[in-house]
C-alpha cells in the first residue's frame, strides 16, 4: 500500500496520535515538559488533518513542530523513550514528511545518543531510514550523519561495529545513488561547465550540483583517511583504518563507474589521489624479496600486508577495469606491478592473489585489446599484454621448477609462509607429503617429479576469486598445493577463450558486412578498416608466444583428459584464429605443438623438428628455458594403448602411442576438418603427422583411397590395444570425412591440401626408393579421396593432381606405383561418370583434360601400371563410350600405345578394347577418329607378341572397311565439313593443310589409310600375318574400291599397290634360307614352308595375284588415268623379277599373273550375274544363296539386297566398256610391252647354266615353263600384226631352251609319264601349240609372212631330233629317267620321244600344206628335213624307242611323196642338188643300218619290219628311178649300188636255225634284184640315162656274185670236215638263186639290150660255179644246181660271142 494514498494517511495521522499519546503517557511524570510538547503535537496533527486536503504535505512544512516533541523525548536519555521516539521519527521519515530542518535536528539529536552510547543500532537504523527515504539531507548536515555512522563503527561492540560498517557502505552508496539520480534528472539540459582553473579541488567544487558536491566531498575525504590525512568534509572522524578506507574506495569505484567518467572533477581525483595512493601504498610489496633481512630498513610498514595489500589489488583490478581509457599511463604501472608480483621471488599468498587478479583481467578481452592498443602498439611503451602473458607462462613453468631440490613435495609451500604443511583445500588434493597421491587419479600435472594436483577454481569465463574475497583475514592465508596453478590454468584458458572468441566474432560481423557490400556493388573491392586487422594481428603475435610456451609444458605434464582437452582446444583455436589472420609462423607453431604431442615423444619427424628449430630461434625465453620445452618426463603415467613401427627408411624399433597422443591425433583431425581453409602451408604438418599416426597404428588403404585397420598381423610390431582398436573406426571414419571437408574450403586452401598432400607423397615416394618394403601409401589414398569430393571444381585441382600421380605411377616399388594408378584411374572413371555442369559433351576442355594424364599414363613402362591403364580403358568404353566425343583420339592413342616389349596381357587387354571399340562405337566416334582407329587396328596387327591378335586385328580392319563402305555417305559428309574448317583455319595461318595422301578428298584418304595399314601388314615378318593381311588387303580393295573417286586410284596403284609390291620383292629376295625348325616342338611346318625364304615366297604369290586380279577387274577404270602405261610397264617389271626369281612357287604365280593381266581368263562383264560379281570383288559367292543369310563370316543384309547395293556401286565398272574403248584396251603398245617381259622371262629362264655344274644352280619346273609357254599363244594373237622373224627366232630360242630343262628327279613321277608311255608332258603340248598358233597364223596371213616358214621347220626338226639325241641343257648331267633314284636330287632327262615324234608329225603335216611355198624351196627345208631324218633312220634298232624308226620311215616316205615333184619341177634351179646325197645317204642308213634288231624281237615284228624296207625300195622303184633323167648320176649309180647290196642276202649272226629261213629278208633282197632287174632291162628305153642306170646295176650285181662265191669255195676248202657257219651257207644259198634269177631275165629280154660286158661277167661265174661242185652241204647242191642249169641257153659258138662282144 503506497505511503501516499488515503488510507495510509489515515493510518499514519493515528498511528502518530497514539505514538504522542503513548509519549505523553510515559513522560507524564518525570518529563512534564516532553508530555506537553506531546500533547500539543497531537493538536497540531488534528488540525492539520481537519485544515489541509494535501495532508502529507502539510505534515512536511510542519515537520519541525511535529518531530519536536520525539526529539524532546530522545533528550530524556531514557531508553524507553528514546526508543518510541526514534520508531515514530522513522515513521515519519518513511512517509517522507520530514523537513529538511527537521532533518538537520534529528541528525543533531541522533549525534548526541551517539556521543552518550545509547542506541547505537537504533541510531543506525535511523540514520539509514532517513538517507534512503529522500534527500532532504545535504552538506554538512549529511557529513555529519556519514561520521555518526564512521564513530558506531569503532566503538567497542562487535555487532556495532558490523552494523555500522554496513551502514557505513550504504550510505555511501546512497550518497552516490543520488548524484547519479541528480544527473538522470538534468539528462537533457546541457550545461557548461566553467572551465577548471587551478589545480586544486576546492575551486572546483563550486561547479558541482548539491547530491554531487556531497558525493564529491565524501569520496575526497575517503581518500584523505586512506592516506593518513585529515579530512576536509566529514569533519568529527576520530579514527579510521585503512582496509575499510580501501574498501570503500574500492566499492564506490565499482559501483559508480558512471559518475567518474562523466564529470572532470571526479576524474581528476581519480587520477590525482587515488592512483598515487595506490602506488604508494604498493610500495612495501615492491621492494619485498623473500629472505632479505628487514632491520636495515627504516620504513615502518616493511613486510608486504595481506589484508592491504588484497585490497589494493581488489582496487587496482576496478581501476583498470573501469577507467582504464582515463588513466592509461596509471594502468601501464599497476598491471608492470602485478606482472611483477607474479614473480617468483615474492610470498606465495602475494603470487596467489596477483594470479587471481592476472585472472580478473584475463576474463576481460576488450580490457585486453585496449592493452594492446595502448601499450604494445605504442612505439616506445611497455609491451605489457605480452608480458602479462608471458608472466603468466613463466608462473606456470615456475611452478615446474623446483627451488628446494632435496624436498621435491614442498614446492607449493612459500618460504617465508605458513610452513610447508599447508593442508590441501576441499577438493582433496594430498598434502605435501603425498607424493603416493600419483597414484590416485585426480587431475594434476606433472613433470619431471614434479606433481601439482588441478582443482575447479572457477567456472570457465568468469575468475571467481578465492584470496581476493578474504577481507575478514589479517594474516597471509596458506595457499593449498596446486592452486596457484590452478588459477593459472583457468586465466589461460579463458585468456585464449577470450581474445579468440571476441576476435572471431568481430571477424564475421566484418565478413558479414563484406557480403552485403559485395551485394549492394557487386563492381567494387571491398576495404575492411585496417585498423582493426592490426589490433589484431598485434594481439596474437604478443601472445602467441608465452601461450605457445605455457601450453605446451602443460600438455605435456598434464595427466587428465580434460585438462588435456582443454588445453589441446586453446592450441587449435590459437592455430585456427592465427591462420584467419594470415600469421603464418604463430599458426606453424601451435599446429607443430599438436603434432608433436600427437606422435611418440622424439618421434623423429622432420617437418616439425625444422620447423620448431625455427620457432625456437623467435621463441621467448622464460627465465633461461627454451618454449619448447617437451621432455620425456611425461611418458611414465601415461596409458599405453598402441605399439606400432615407425614410418622411417631405415627400419627401427617399435614406437608407443598413448591414450594423449590419441587424444592430441583426434585434435589434429579435428583442427584440419573444421579449420582446414586457414591451415595454409601448415597442411604438410598436419598431414605429415596424421601419416605417421596412421602408419604407427596400421591403417591402409582401401577403395576409393579411404583407410581401414590393416590385418592384424602387420607387422611383429604393431601391437593396439581393445582401447585403440574401438578408437581405430572412428579416426579412420574423421579421416575419411576430413578429406571430404575439403569440398568446402575455397580454391587456395584446397591448393594448399593438395599441394602438401604431393609433398608429402614425394617423401613417401624417397622412402619407398631402393627397397620393396611397404611403403606409405597415405598421401596417394587422400589424394585420390580429395580429388573424388572435388569434382565439381575438379579442373583447378586436376593438373597438380594428377601430375604427380603421374610420378608415383613411374615409382619403382611396386606397391607404391600401384597405388598410384589405382587413384590415378579411380579418379579419371569417377571424372568421367561425374554430372559436369556444363555437362562434359559440352565441355570438351574439360572432358580432354580428364583423359590427358590416361594417356600420359602411357610412357610409363611398368606393365602393371598399363595394365591398370588399360583395364580402366575398358571400363571407360563400358560405361561412357558414348559420350567420349572428341576424346577418343586420346582413348584411342592409349589403346594404340602398344610396344612389342610389353608383355601378351597387356597387348591382349588393350586389344580387348579396340575390339570394343570397333564393334559398338565406331558410328559415336567423330569420323575424323576414324583413320585413328585404323592406326591403332594396325598397330596391334604389327606387335609380334600375340599372333593370334595379330591376325584379329586384321579381321578387325576388315570389319572397318566394311563399316566405311555402309556409312560411306554419312562420313563422306562430315569429313568434308572438317576438311573445310581446317582448310580455312590452314588459310588464315597461311600454313597448307597438312595430312596424309593430302590431294585426295578425306573420305578417299580415309580408305587410303586403311589400305596402307594393310599394306605394312603384308610385309610383316610373320608368314600368317602377310598371308592374312594380303588376303583382306584385296578383298578389301575388290569389295570397296569403287568407292574411291578416280584420281585417288592413282595413289593406290603407286603408293598402295606397287610400293608393297616392292617391299615384299625386297623382303623376299633377301629371305633367310635356314631351314625353320619346328615353332616350339608342337607345330609342325609343312616343307614347302620350313625356310622363310618358302614363306615370303607364298607372300610374294598373294600379293602379286592380288596386285593382278585388281588390274584385271578394274581395267576400265585403271586405263583412264594418265600414266597406265608407266603402272603396266612396273607391274610386267614385277611379274617378270617374281616370274625369275630361285622359287619355284613365286615363278609360277608370276606367270598365272602374267596371264590373268593379259586377260586370258577374262574379266566379269556382266553385272547380272550377281554370284561372279562377288567373286570378283573377293566375296565368297556362297553368301548369296538366301538360304544362308548369315554365311560363314558375318551376318549379311539380305541377299537381293547386297547385290542390289554391288551393283549400284559396281555398275559403272562392271558392264562392258563403251564402244571405241575396245581399242584402248587392245593398245598394242601394252601388248609389246607384255611380248618384251615374255621374251626377257622366257630367256633368263630358259638359258642354260654356264658354269660348273657342281654349284646345284636354280632349274626352273615344268609348270612354269608350260605357263610360260601357254601364254605365248594368246599373247600372240594381240602381237602378231607386228611379230617380227626376228621375234620368231627369239621365241624359237625359248621353247627350245624350254623344253631342254631337265626335272629333278623327286618331281619326275608327277611329271613324268611312266617311259613306255608315248605321251606328251603338258610343256611339250604347249610348245607344239604355240607353233601350231604361228603356223596357222602364217596360214591364213598375207604374203609376207610365209617366209617364216623355214624357221618353224626349222624349230620343228630340231625337236624331232631329241628323239635320238636328247637335249643337253648347259654341262648339266641327266640321268636317264630309268635310273634315276627319287630320293636323291639329281636331274632327270625326259622322255623327248613322244614329242619328237609328235614334231614330226607336224613336220609332215605342214610340209605338206607347204612344200610349195616358194620359202619352202628357197630353204632347202626338204633337204633338212631328210637330213633330219637320218639320224633316226640311220639308228634304226638303236633309236631309243621303235616306234622312232618306223615313224621316220613312214614320214619320210610321205615327205618324198609330197617333195620328189617339186624337186624334180625345180631341178633346173639347182635348188635341189645338195638335197640327193643327203637322200642316199638316208637310204643306205636305214635299209642297211648298222644296228642290230634286239634278240627278243618276234618273227611276226621282223617280218613287219621287212615289210618297211619292202616299201622304202618300192618308194624308190616308183618315185626316183623312173625319172632318173631329172636326177643327178651319181645319186643314181648310189641307189642302184644300194640295191645291188640289197639284192644279196645279209643276215645278222644270231639267228637260230628255225629261223633262219625268214631271217634272211629273202622278201626284200627279192624286191631289190627284180628293181635292179627291172631297170637293167627296161625295154623302154627313153634315155641313154636309164640304159646306163641298168648297166650299173648288172654290174653291180653280177660282181657282187663273183665274191660270195669265190669266198664260199675258200672256205669250205679250208674247213675241212667242219661244217660252215650257218650264215655263209644261207648266203651262198641266196647268191645261187640269184644268179638262176639273173639268167631267167637274161633270157626274157631283147638281146641287143644287154650289155656285152653283162655277158662276159655273166660267163665268168661259170668256172666259179662249177668249182663249187666239191661242197658238202645238200642245200647249197640243189641250189648249185638250178644254177648251173640256165647255162646250156650259152653253150654257142664263139663267133656270135665275139660279135656279141664288140657291138
Not at 790 to 801: A, S
Not at 1517 to 1533: M, Q, R
Request: aromatic residues 8%; negative net charge.
Amino acid at each position: 500500500m503506497s505511503t501516499s494514498s488515503p488510507e495510509a494517511v489515515k493510518k499514519l495521522l493515528e498511528n502518530m496520535q497514539t505514538d504522542l499519546r503513548s509519549l505523553s503517557m510515559e513522560c507524564k511524570k518525570k518529563f512534564p515538559p516532553v508530555k506537553e510538547a506531546a500533547e500539543s503535537g497531537i493538536v497540531k496533527i488534528k488540525t492539520i488533518a481537519a485544515r489541509n486536503t494535501d495532508i502529507l504535505a502539510a505534515l512536511k512544512e510542519n515537520s519541525s513542530e511535529v518531530v519536536q516533541p520525539f526529539l524532546m523525548g530522545c533528550g530524556t536519555k531514557e531508553p524507553k523513550i528514546t526508543q518510541l521516539c526514534l520508531a515514530a521519527i522513522q515513521r515519519l521519515m518513511s512517509h517522507e514528511v520530514v523537513s529538511e530542518a527537521a532533518a538537520g535536528n534529528i541528525i543533531n539529536m541522533l549525534w548526541q545518543l551517539m556521543e552518550n552510547g545509547l542506541e547505537e543500532l537504533k541510531l543506525l537504523q535511523t540514520v539509514l531510514v532517513l538517507l534512503t527515504t529522500n534527500t532532504v539531507v545535504h552538506d554538512e548536515v549529511l557529513s555529519k550523519a556519514i561520521v555518526l555512522c564512521f564513530r558506531l563503527h569503532f566503538t567497542k561492540d562487535n555487532i556495532t561495529n558490523n552494523t555500522a560498517a554496513a551502514t557505513v557502505r550504504q550510505v555511501v552508496t546512497v550518497v552516490f545513488e543520488r548524484m547519479v539520480a541528480e544527473d538522470e534528472r538534468f539528462k537533457g539540459i546541457v550545461e557548461q561547465p566553467p572551465p577548471v582553473q587551478g589545480n586544486t579541488n576546492r575551486r572546483s567544487v563550486s561547479t558541482l550540483r548539491p547530491s554531487a558536491k556531497d558525493a564529491y566531498m565524501l569520496f575526497q575525504d575517503l581518500c584523505q583517511l586512506v592516506n593518513a590525512d585529515a579530512p576536509y568534509w566529514l569533519v568529527g572522524m576520530t579514527e579510521m583504518t585503512r582496509t575499510f578506507g580501501l574498501e570503500l574506495l574500492e566499492s564506490v569505484l565499482n559501483d559508480f563507474p558512471g559518475v567518474f567518467l562523466q564529470h572532470q572533477e571526479f576524474s581528476f581525483l581519480l587520477k590525482e589521489r587515488v592512483c598515487p595512493l595506490v602506488i604508494k601504498l604498493f610500495s612495501p610489496n615492491i621492494k619485498f624479496r623473500q629472505g632479505s633481512s628487514s632491520a636495515a630498513s627504516p620504513a615502518p610498514v616493511e613486510k608486504p600486508y595481506f589484508p592491504i595489500c588484497m585490497r589494493l589489488l581488489r582496487v587496482v583490478s576496478v581501476l583498470i577495469k573501469h577507467f582504464y581509457s582515463l588513466l592509461v599511463t596509471e594502468c601501464e604501472i599497476f598491471l608492470s606491478l602485478l606482472v611483477k608480483f607474479l614473480d617468483g621471488e615474492k610470498p606465495q599468498w602475494l603470487r596467489a592473489v596477483a594470479v587471481e587478479s592476472v585472472h580478473r583481467l584475463c576474463v576481460q578481452p576488450h580490457l585486453l585489446r585496449s592493452f594492446c592498443q595502448s601499450y604494445d602498439m605504442k612505439q616506445h611503451s611497455t609491451k605489457v599484454f605480452r608480458d602479462i602473458v608471458n608472466a603468466l607462462g613463466s608462473f606456470i613453468q615456475s611452478l615446474f621448477i623446483v627451488p628446494n631440490t632435496g624436498n621435491t613435495a614442498a614446492v607449493s609451500a612459500p618460504a617465508g609462509g605458513s610452513g610447508s604443511g599447508a593442508q590441501g583445500t576441499a577438493q582433496g588434493g594430498p598434502g605435501t607429503g603425498g607424493i603416493s597421491g600419483n597414484l590416485t587419479t585426480q587431475a594434476a600435472f606433472e613433470y619431471r617429479g614434479t606433481w601439482i594436483p588441478l582443482m575447479t577454481v572457477s567456472v570457465q569465463g568468469s575468475a571467481k576469486a578465492t584470496y581476493l574475497e578474504m577481507l575478514d583475514k589479517v594474516e597471509p592465508p596458506s595457499i593449498p598445493e596446486g592452486y596457484a596453478m590452478s588459477v593459472a590454468f583457468s586465466a589461460l584458458l579463458d585468456l585464449v577463450r577470450g581474445i579468440t572468441t571476441m576476435i572471431e566474432r568481430e571477424l564475421a560481423v566484418e565478413e558479414e558486412a563484406a557480403a552485403e557490400f559485395r551485394e549492394a556493388h557487386p563492381d567494387q573491392e571491398w576495404q575492411p578498416q585496417p585498423g582493426a586487422h592490426l589490433v589484431w594481428e598485434e594481439m596474437v603475435s604478443a601472445c602467441w608466444c608465452g601461450l605457445l610456451a605455457a601450453l605446451s609444458l602443460l600438455l605435456d605434464a598434464s595427466t587428465d583428459e580434460t585438462a588435456t582437452e582443454n588445453i589441446l582446444k586453446a592450441e587449435l583455436t590459437m592455430a585456427s584464429l592465427c591462420g584467419r589472420l594470415g600469421l603464418v609462423t604463430p599458426r606453424d607453431a601451435f599446429i607443430t605443438a599438436i603434432c608433436k604431442a600427437s606422435l611418440p615423444p622424439h618421434y623423429a619427424l622432420t617437418v616439425l623438428s625444422s620447423n620448431a628449430a625455427n620457432l625456437s630461434s623467435k621463441a621467448y625465453s622464460i627465465q633461461g628455458q627454451s618454449v619448447q620445452i617437451i621432455s620425456p618426463s611425461s611418458e611414465s603415467h601415461q596409458q599405453v594403448v598402441a605399439v606400432g613401427q615407425p614410418l622411417t627408411a631405415q627400419p627401427q624399433g617399435t614406437v608407443v602411442l598413448t591414450a594423449k597422443n590419441i587424444q592430441c591425433m583426434r585434435t589434429l583431425l579435428n583442427l584440419a576438418h573444421c579449420h582446414g581453409a586457414v591451415l595454409g602451408t601448415s597442411w604438410q604438418l598436419v598431414l605429415a603427422t596424421l601419416q605417421h599416426l596412421v602408419w604407427i597404428l596400421g591403417l591402409k588403404p582401401g577403395v576409393g583411397g579411404a583407410l581401414k585397420p590393416g590385418r592384424a598381423v602387420e607387422g611383429p610390431s604393431t601391437v593396439l590395444t581393445t582401447a585403440v582398436m574401438t578408437d581405430l573406426p572412428v579416426i579412420s571414419n574423421i579421416l575419411s570425412r576430413l578429406f571430404e571437408s575439403s569440398q568446402y574450403l575455397d580454391d587456395v586452401s584446397l591448393h594448399h591440401l593438395i599441394n602438401a598432400l604431393c609433398s608429402l607423397s614425394l617423401e613417401a615416394m624417397e622412402m619407398a626408393y631402393g627397397n620393396n618394403k611397404e611403403p606409405s601409401l597415405f598421401a596417394v589414398a587422400k589424394l585420390l579421396e580429395t580429388g573424388l569430393v572435388n569434382m565439381d571444381r575438379i579442373e583447378i585441382l586436376w593438373r597438380p593432381l594428377t601430375g604427380h600421380l603421374l610420378e608415383v605411377c613411374q615409382h619403382p616399388n611396386s606397391r607404391m606405383r600401384e597405388w598410384g594408378a589405382e587413384a590415378l584411374t579411380a579418379l579419371i572413371k569417377a571424372g568421367l561418370a561425374y554430372k559436369h555442369d556444363p555437362p562434359l559433351a559440352q565441355n570438351q576442355r574439360l572432358q580432354l583434360l580428364l583423359l590427358n594424364p590416361l594417356k600420359e599414363l602411357s610412357n610409363v613402362l611398368h606393365a602393371d601400371i598399363r595394365q591398370k591403364q588399360l583395364e580402366s580403358v575398358l571400363q571407360i568404353l563400358q560405361s561412357q563410350g558414348d559420350s567420349l566425343g572428341p576424346g577418343w583420339p586420346l582413348v584411342l592413342g592409349v589403346i594404340g600405345a602398344i610396344r612389342n616389349d610389353q608383355g601378351e596381357s597387356l597387348i591382349r587387354t588393350a586389344f580387348q578394347c579396340l575390339q570394343l571399340v570397333v564393334t559398338d562405337f565406331l558410328p559415336t566416334m567423330p569420323c575424323t577418329c576414324l583413320q585413328i582407329v585404323v592406326d591403332v587396328a594396325g598397330s596391334f596387327g604389327l606387335q609380334n607378341q600375340e599372333l593370334n591378335i595379330s591376325l584379329t586385328s586384321i579381321g578387325l580392319l576388315w570389319n572397318i572397311s566394311d563399316y566405311f563402305f555402309q556409312r560411306g555417305e554419312v562420313i563422306t559428309q562430315e569429313l568434308e565439313r572438317e576438311e573445310e574448317a581446317l582448310q580455312k583455319q590452314a588459310q588464315e595461318k597461311g600454313e597448307t593443310l597438312n595430312r596424309p595422301f593430302h590431294p585426295a578428298p578425306p573420305f578417299d584418304c580415309l580408305w587410303l589409310c586403311l589400305y596402307a595399314k594393310l599394306g605394312e601388314l603384308c610385309v610383316d615378318p610373320r608368314p600368317a600375318v602377310r598371308k592374312s593381311a594380303g588376303q583382306t588387303l584385296f578383298s578389301t580393295i575388290a569389295a570397296h574400291g569403287t568407292l574411291l573417286q578416280q584420281p585417288t586410284w592413282h595413289i593406290v596403284v603407286w603408293k598402295v599397290l606397287f610400293h608393297l609390291l616392292d617391299c615384299v620383292r625386297t623382303s623376299s629376295t633377301t629371305a633367310d634360307k635356314e631351314k625353320i625348325e619346328s615353332g616350339g616342338g608342337n607345330i609342325l611346318i609343312h616343307h614347302s614352308r620350313d625356310t622363310a625364304e618358302k614363306q615370303w615366297a607364298e607372300t610374294w604369290v598373294l600379293t602379286l595375284a592380288g596386285v593382278a586380279r585388281i588390274f584385271n577387274t578394274r581395267r576400265y577404270l585403271l586405263q583412264q588415268l594418265g600414266d597406265f602405261f608407266e603402272a603396266w610397264e612396273v607391274l610386267l617389271n614385277h611379274i617378270q623379277s617374281a616370274a625369275l626369281s630361285k622359287n619355284n612357287e613365286v615363278s609360277l604365280a608370276a606367270l598365272k599373273s602374267f596371264q590373268e593381266i593379259l586377260q586370258i581368263v577374262t574379266p566379269v562383264k556382266d553385272s547380272d550375274k550377281a554370284g561372279d560379281a562377288l567373286a570378283a570383288m573377293g566375296v565368297p559367292p556362297v553368301l548369296i544363296d538366301p538360304l544362308s543369310a548369315s554365311g560363314p563370316g558375318r551376318p549379311l543384309v539380305r541377299s537381293d539386297s547386297l547385290v542390289e547395293r554391288l551393283t549400284r556401286y559396281n555398275g559403272a565398272e562392271m558392264q562392258a566398256p563403251p564402244p571405241g574403248e575396245e581399242s584402248a584396251l587392245e593398245d598394242s603398245a601394252l601388248w609389246w610391252s607384255a611380248w618384251n617381259t615374255w621374251y626377257r622371262t622366257g630367256t633368263d629362264s630358259t638359258r642354260p647354266p654356264s658354269g660348273p655344274t657342281e654349284k646345284l644352280s636354280f632349274i626352273p619346273s615344268q609348270p612354269f615353263l608350260t605357263a610360260l609357254i601357254q601364254i605365248f599363244p594368246a599373247l600372240y594373237q594381240h602381237i602378231k600384226a607386228n611379230f617380227s622373224m626376228e621375234d620368231l627366232k627369239k621365241l624359237g630360242v625359248i621353247l627350245h631352251g624350254a623344253v631342254s630343262v631337265p626335272i629333278s628327279s623327286d618331281a619326275s613321277p608327277f611329271i613324268l609319264p611312266s617311259y613306255t608311255e608315248a605321251v606328251l608332258t603338258s610343256l611339250q603340248e604347249a610348245v607344239l601349240t604355240a607353233l601350231d598358233v604361228l603356223q596357222k597364223a602364217i596360214c591364213v596371213g598375207p604374203e609376207n609372212l610365209q617366209v617364216m616358214y623355214p624357221a618353224i621347220f626349222e624349230q620343228l626338226l630340231l625337236f624331232v631330233e631329241f628323239s635320238c639325241k636328247p637335249p643337253q641343257y648347259g654341262r648339266m648331267e641327266t640321268k636317264h629317267v630309268a635310273n634315276a633314284k627319287y630320293n636323291q636330287a639329281e636331274w632327270v632327262a625326259l622322255n623327248y620321244v613322244p614329242f619328237a615324234e609328235r614334231s614330226l608329225e607336224v613336220v609332215v603335216d605342214l610340209y605338206h600344206k607347204t612344200a610349195c611355198h616358194k620359202a619352202v624351196i628357197n630353204e632347202k627345208v626338204l633337204q633338212n628335213i631328210i637330213k633330219t631324218l637320218r639320224m633316226p633312220l640311220g639308228l634304226k634298232y638303236a633309236c631309243p624307242s621303235e616306234s622312232t624308226w618306223k615313224l621316220a620311215v613312214s614320214s619320210l616316205l610321205k615327205v618324198l611323196s609330197i617333195g620328189l615333184p617339186v624337186a624334180r619341177q625345180h631341178a633346173s634351179s639347182g635348188r635341189f642338188d645338195t638335197m640327193w646325197p643327203e637322200l642316199a645317204n638316208a637310204f643306205e642308213d636305214f635299209l642297211f643300218t648298222k644296228s642290230t634288231p634286239p634278240d627278243n624281237l618276234s618273227i611276226q615284228e621282223f617280218q613287219k619290219n621287212e615289210a618297211i624296207d619292202v616299201e622304202v625300195v618300192q618308194l624308190i622303184s616308183t618315185e626316183i628311178l623312173p625319172f632318173a633323167n631329172f636326177i643327178p648320176k651319181d645319186f643314181v649309180g648310189q641307189i642302184m649300188a644300194m640295191l645291188n647290196k640289197g639284192s644279196i642276202h645279209s643276215q645278222s649272226p644270231s639267228f637260230t636255225e628255225a629261223e633262219i629261213d625268214v631271217r634272211m629278208r629273202e622278201e626284200f633282197s627279192k624286191v631289190c634284184f627284180e628293181t635292179l632287174l627291172q631297170f637293167s632291162f627296161s625295154n623302154k628305153v627313153s634315155t641313154p640315162q636309164e640304159g646306163y642306170i641298168s648297166r650299173m646295176a648288172l654290174s653291180v650285181l653280177l660282181k657282187r656274185s663273183q665274191d660270195v662265191l669265190r669266198r664260199y669255195v675258200e672256205d669250205e676248202r679250208l674247213s675241212g670236215r667242219c661244217p660252215l657257219p650257218r650264215q655263209q651257207v644261207t648266203e651262198i644259198i641266196f647268191v645261187l638263186k640269184a644268179i638262176s634269177t639273173l639268167m631267167d631275165s637274161l633270157k626274157k629280154t631283147q638281146p641287143e639290150n644287154v650289155d656285152g660286158n653283162t655277158w662276159a661277167q655273166v660267163i665268168a661265174l661259170y668256172p666259179t660255179l662249177v668249182e663249187c661242185i666239191t661242197c658238202s652241204s645238200s642245200e647249197v647242191s640243189s641250189a648249185l644246181k638250178e644254177a648251173l642249169g640256165p647255162f646250156k641257153d650259152f653253150m654257142q659258138p664263139p663267133v656270135s660271142r665275139v660279135q656279141n662282144g664288140e657291138s
